[in-house]
Antibody
Framework: EVQLVQSGAEVKKPGESLRISCKGS????????ISWVRQMPGKGLEWMGR????????NYSPSFQGHVTISADKSISTAYLQWSSLKASDTAMYYCARGVVTLAADYWGQGTLVTVSS | QSALTQPASVSGSPGQSITISCTGT?????????VSWYQQHPGKAPKLMIYEVSNRPSGVSNRFSGSKSGNTASLTISGLQAEDEADYYC??????????FGTGTKVTVL
């Protein structure tokens, strides 16, 4: 069974750093891309970027380029999304998802809620 | 890359059919047969319902069907059921980003 299990909810202050994770199982982790998708409270889905875990090649949406970093450790089948300096506007649910070149997501993680508040 | 355009809401009675549109450009929906649709119930992760315009993943009801004409893709739900009440999002491969999602449509079963 394909599973993507994400790390738990986080509460942070503005300016703090954060890394959330997404562990894949039940499939060959290096055979599929991992995308990250943001959903702000009450809003729609926004594709942030993706990584090919086989070689750590990344693509980012222009809206998120430079604001987040996507990485992966294929030895433990885990992808990461990180911020160096959080803002209140980063408050959202973040989903990881497995995909292929032409499909953003066929399986999704359960989501990680990130709350940034002073 | 701008979000694909969907109606904010669509409603129907149980047993009826409804159609949700998803309008893009020749750089995304119109340029590739790589449109997908996702269902999201409140507080849950999205679920893939249709990929490559009209293909259903294993386990998805055949009441869900997809099509495309020009720059507009459509999702049709036939025999509407209470459990179909959810938010629906389209997505397309694009020539740039490489993916973009739609604005989302809330489906209400009356």
């Amino acid at each position: 069974e394909v599973q993507l299990v994400q790390s738990g909810a986080e509460v942070k202050k503005p300016g703090e750093s954060l890394r959330i994770s997404c562990k894949g199982s039940g499939y060959s982790f290096t055979s599929y891309w991992i995308s990250w998708v943001r959903q702000m409270p009450g809003k729609g889905l926004e594709w942030m970027g993706r990584i090919d875990p086989s070689d750590s090649y990344t693509n980012y949406s222009p809206s998120f380029q430079g604001h987040v970093t996507i990485s992966a450790d294929k030895s433990i089948s885990t992808a990461y999304l990180q911020w160096s300096s959080l803002k209140a506007s980063d408050t959202a649910m973040y989903y990881c998802a497995r995909g292929v070149v032409t499909l953003a997501a066929d399986y999704w993680g359960q989501g990680t809620l990130v709350t940034v508040s002073s | 890359q701008s979000a694909l355009t969907q109606p904010a809401s669509v409603s129907g009675s149980p047993g009826q059919s409804i159609t949700i549109s998803c309008t893009g450009t020749s750089s995304d929906v119109g340029g590739y047969n790589y449109v997908s649709w996702y269902q999201q119930h409140p507080g849950k992760a999205p679920k893939l319902m249709i990929y490559e315009v009209s293909n259903r993943p294993s386990g998805v009801s055949n009441r869900f069907s997809g099509s495309k004409s020009g720059n507009t893709a459509s999702l049709t739900i036939s025999g509407l059921q209470a459990e179909d009440e959810a938010d629906y999002y389209c997505s397309s491969y694009t020539s740039s980003t490489p993916y973009v999602f739609g604005t989302g449509t809330k489906v209400t079963v009356l």
